[in-house]
């Protein structure tokens, strides 16, 4: 991407580089404006946007150019320094236009051994989101592994405060994008690992200490547990955010109390809601959090409920558009399929309607428009 008289150098750099050494099809671009200025790149590009608050970034047709940070005494040292100042080491690659590839001096070790390690040892200090993007890459690439240089990093993020004023949004971001992955619990481990759930997922503090359950029922943590059911029911985001936060209510039971956890399920609800409104999470997640805390445990017994409960439980979950993603969820956390005949049970309800004599009534139709539901998928009825 040189023009003819080479005043401009700009190289492809970060995680394409990585995915196409790993055999992957990279998603974004990102490229280096290694030579040249601001003003040379203008020319090149008229229609390119500025972005960059710190230092000059442009974007155009979704592809991100930087000017590096720090500049050297040739180009060569300039791509070397903005690669020892990257994120991570294998993200700590460029290509140039001739197909030569600079790394990172431990870019392809790391990346042939899948390690994550920081780029340099003040990678947290320099962007502190950073920390959130390691628990999404491990989510994402679950075959990789942690350097104990990056746990230890995280830690000292966590301990001098560097997490504080990240922008919330910022971080539901990052977590969104490890709903998506492969191995979604990866996330929760990976900061239970670092020591750093506060402040933004105090919910999770202690929770690896708390057993899930009775022995019967679980083996594991409230936090192993969790983890565990997220990475069931891995490639449905919503989905996942419901498992997140399903059991999240558990962390409130006295000690004493231990193992059982009654009422764990309404407990969870203001927690759930916390957590997905502190990371500034779509109206659609906060509202799935709050209905899996609240509603996982009839849910999980569905077979066994009253008609008109089963109408309630449906209705709720149906007008948010959350039947499937609840019989998902309870499907993983039971190990069978609680919520069968959900779907069929819903078609029949929503086809019932009030005889005009019984309309306007206020909450008196309400009444009698539950009753005709669960007449309708009564047992004792077989249309």
Excluded at 65 to 70: E, H
Excluded at 279 to 284: D, G
Aim: aromatic content about 8%.
């Amino acid at each position: 991407m040189k023009n003819k008289k080479k005043t401009l150098s700009i190289l492809m750099v970060g995680g394409s580089i990585r995915d196409l050494l790993l055999g992957k099809t990279p998603n974004d671009f990102d490229f280096l404006v290694a030579s040249g200025s601001v003003e040379d790149f203008k020319k090149e590009f008229p229609y390119a946007k500025p972005v960059g608050k710190s230092y000059e970034i442009f974007f155009q047709k979704g592809f991100e150019f930087s000017f590096p940070r720090i500049t050297g005494q040739t180009v060569e040292e300039t791509i070397d320094l903005d690669l020892s100042a990257r994120d991570f080491t294998i993200n700590g690659f460029a290509l140039d236009e001739d197909g030569e590839l600079y790394a990172h001096p431990n870019g392809l070790e790391d990346l042939y051994s899948k390690t994550l390690r920081p780029a340099f040892a003040e990678t947290f200090k320099s962007d502190p989101l950073r920390v959130f993007r390691a628990a999404t890459f491990l989510a994402r690439f679950p075959d990789f592994t942690a350097h104990p240089d990056l746990i230890t990093s995280m830690r000292e993020a966590f301990e001098k405060g560097w997490l504080t004023n990240i922008a919330p949004d910022r971080i539901g971001v990052e977590l969104i994008k490890a709903l998506k992955s492969d191995k979604p619990g990866n996330f929760v481990r990976t900061l239970q690992a670092a020591n750093c759930f506060e402040p933004w997922f105090t919910e999770f503090s202690g929770s690896d200490g708390i057993t899930a359950g009775p022995p019967k029922f679980h083996d594991k943590s409230v936090l192993g547990h969790i983890s565990e059911i997220m990475d069931k029911v891995a490639g449905n985001p919503i989905t996942c955010w419901m498992a997140t936060c399903h059991d999240l209510g558990k962390i409130l039971t006295p000690t004493e109390l231990l193992p059982a956890h009654h009422g764990h399920d309404i407990k969870g609800i203001a927690l759930a809601s916390k957590l997905s409104k502190r990371l500034l999470l779509p109206n659609k997640y906060i509202k799935a959090g709050e209905l899996a805390a609240e509603l996982h445990m009839k849910a999980g017994n569905y077979k066994e409920l009253r008609p008109a409960t089963k109408v309630d439980l449906l209705m709720k979950l149906h007008k948010n558009d959350l039947v499937k993603n609840m019989r998902d969820l309870c499907r993983a956390d039971k190990n069978e399929d609680t919520m069968a005949t959900a779907m069929t049970d819903l078609a029949k309800i929503l086809k019932v309607s009030l005889p005009e004599q019984d309309r306007n009534l206020g909450k008196e139709s309400g009444k009698k428009l539950r009753s005709l539901r669960a007449q309708k998928i009564s047992s004792k009825l077989t249309t």
